[in-house]
Each structure stands twice: as C-alpha cells, then as structure tokens.
T-cell receptor, first 111, second 113 residues
C-alpha cells in the first residue's frame, strides 16, 4: 500500500530560525512528489513538484529536495507569515492520477 | 485567471438528508478530483474524472456517495442519506490532463447534525 508519512506533526520556530520538514514515502513507483501549503479554512495551495531523486526546487524562503525515499522542505529564516500546515503528497506510476497525502506538518513561526 | 470554485462554502444538514456539492474547475483543465479532509486526518481521495474516460471511483467510501461531471466541466458530488461520519471538508481540485500539480478550491465544510 502506498504511504506518506510527515514529521514532525507540529513545529514551532522563532522568526529567523531555519529548519526542515520531512516527508517519507513508500510507493511502488513514484511519478511525482508534491508540496502544498494550507492555511486554516482554505484549500491547499500548490508549492512544488519534484519528479526524480536529486531534484531541488526553490521559492522565496522555501526549498524542496527529493531522495529515493523522502523529501525535505527546508525553510530558511522563516517569518510569521510562513505559519501554515504543509502537506506532502505523491502520485504513483501506473495507477490512478490521484494524490496520496500525508497528514501534514503544522508550522508556527513566532515573531 | 479564475481558480477552482466550490459551492456552498458551508452546509449544515440533518442526518438522513441528501446533499449536493458543486465544483467549477479551472477553465481548460481536463482532470477533476474530489477529496475529503476530516479533522485530524489527511486528505482522502474520493473520485477522479479525466475527459470522456470512465471515472475512477475507487475512493468513494460507500454507495451513498456519487458524482457526475457534465460537459467536461462542472462536477457535482452527491451524498445520500447523510450520516454524522460524513462531516468533513470536501475539496475539489483540477489539473491539466491529470499530470502534474492539482489546483484546489476552497472546499465545502459539511456538518451533519
């Protein structure tokens, strides 16, 4: 069974304190790995897609990386507006186009 | 351009009633998905439409759930004889040809009393 596990469940940082969120996955074959940001009461907002091990994507203070078993979302010098739940999802080769999601990491950045 | 829209944003219904949730995908997107997000749970896949192909219904939790997509655009998710465990946020997403990123709507929060 395809599985996605995110850790930690919750993370509190001080403004400017860099850290990383982890997404580990077990799938029969990876078509793509996706990172989303979700604010309370809103739908997930697309951040990145990664397709192969070694790939990296960056956007402002966020950088996503991918290995054969996991992905990391690095947050550099976070600001309070980066507070949100970050979701990781995978799309599996040879199957439906559905996304399989982890339960997310709730990030709080204190000023 | 306009994103994915969903209506209503909130729906409160009594146990046993039927409800219909609507999704308008991004114009030009051929693939449409429904997911469910329950408190403390991750997003759970429900159903997937791609063009004129038969939908992937593998995620529907029971035969009380059904969905249709008319004219390759708007979709309606119907839940018959609602139960309290159906209470959740129902999210719709669309993508171009089912590959790559999916773009989500704001969701419909369903509460069954």
């Amino acid at each position: 069974e395809d599985q996605v596990t995110q850790s930690p469940e919750a993370l509190r940082l001080q403004e400017g304190e860099s850290s990383s969120l982890n997404c580990s996955y077990t799938v029969s074959g990876l078509r793509g790995l996706f990172w989303y940001r979700q604010d309370p009461g809103k739908g997930p907002e697309f951040l990145f897609t990664l397709y192969s091990a070694g790939e990296e994507k960056e956007k402002e203070r966020l950088k996503a990386t991918l290995t054969k078993k996991e992905s990391f979302l690095h947050i550099t010098a976070p600001k309070p507006e980066d507070s949100a739940t970050y979701l990781c999802a995978v799309q599996v080769q040879g199957g439906s186009e559905k996304l399989v999601f982890g339960k997310g990491t709730k990030l709080t950045v204190n000023p | 351009g306009a994103g994915v829209s969903q209506s209503p944003s909130n729906k409160v219904t009594e146990k046993g009633k039927d409800v219909e949730l609507r999704c308008d995908p991004i114009s030009g997107h051929t693939a449409l998905y429904w997911y469910r997000q329950s408190l403390g749970q991750g997003l759970e896949f429900l159903i997937y439409f791609q063009g004129n192909s038969a939908p992937d219904k593998s995620g529907l939790p029971s035969d009380r759930f059904s969905a249709e997509r008319t004219g390759g655009s708007v979709s309606t998710l119907t839940i018959q004889r609602t139960q309290q465990e159906d209470s959740a946020v129902y999210l719709c997403a669309s993508s171009f040809w089912g590959l790559g990123e999916q773009y989500f709507g704001p969701g419909t929060r369903l509460t069954v009393t």
